[in-house]
T-cell receptor
């Protein structure tokens, strides 16, 4: 069974600085998708970025980028120029490609606090 | 366009009761998935529906059931509520099923079982 591990329960960063959130996963699949979701206090999960496993190039979305190391099964999220609005829970997720299903498997999350 | 909407936002029930949670997907989305998020944990997959048929089920007891209607909205039903069912229940919709389809989440229903 696939598992997702986030080893940092909480992190903090000063406004305008850079922070990296860690995620490792375990799977025997070769083709899959990885995601980072953000959950602010409003509770709604918001997609931050996604990575296709067969693509070598790391995904980027404005201030957000990933470091995808397929052999090491590592998928970290880098947030540059941190803003107060980045304060939230961040969840790493794996998309189960088995059959016709598309359910997400989430880690336990990292609580990020951006300090002024 | 409206996002995924869930109702109610909050709900308080007592042990042994039954509850129904509702979800309306983004217009044009044919698949709905349900997740349970216990406090301090990541969401756990409960069900996925596509075109009114169950396409996936997580490791939850038979007290949990769901259905999808012709307009693609969905209900999650939980019978014989236990204290441990207290959680945030999230609904997500996607255009289709499968790895390539992004899931968009609603704000959830907070269920408290007393």
């Amino acid at each position: 069974a696939q598992t997702v591990t986030q080893s940092q329960p909480e992190m903090s960063v000063q406004e305008a600085e850079t922070v990296t959130l860690s995620c490792t996963y375990d799977t025997s699949e070769n083709n899959y998708y990885l995601f980072w979701y953000k959950q602010p206090p409003s509770r709604q999960m918001i997609l931050v970025i996604r990575q296709e496993a067969y693509k070598q190039q790391n995904a980027t979305e404005n201030r957000f980028s990933v470091n995808f190391q397929k052999a090491a099964k590592s998928f970290s999220l880098k947030i540059s120029d941190s803003q107060l609005g980045d304060t939230a829970m961040y969840f790493c997720a794996f998309m189960n490609p088995g059959g016709s299903q598309g359910n997400l498997i989430f880690g336990k999350g990292t609580k990020l606090s951006v300090k002024p | 366009d409206a996002g995924v909407t869930q109702s109610p936002t909050h709900l308080i029930k007592t042990r042994g009761q039954h509850v129904t949670l509702r979800c309306s997907p983004i217009s044009g989305h044919k698949s709905v998935s349900w997740y349970q998020q216990v406090l301090g944990q990541g969401p756990q997959f409960i069900f996925q529906y596509y075109e009114k048929e169950e396409r996936g089920r997580g490791n939850f007891p038979d007290r949990f059931s769901a259905r999808q209607f012709p307009n693609y909205s969905s209900e999650l039903n939980v019978n014989a509520l236990l204290l441990g069912d207290s959680a945030l229940y999230l609904c997500a919709s996607s255009l289709e099923v499968g790895v390539k389809n992004i899931q968009y989440f609603g704000a959830g229903t907070r269920l408290s079982v007393l």
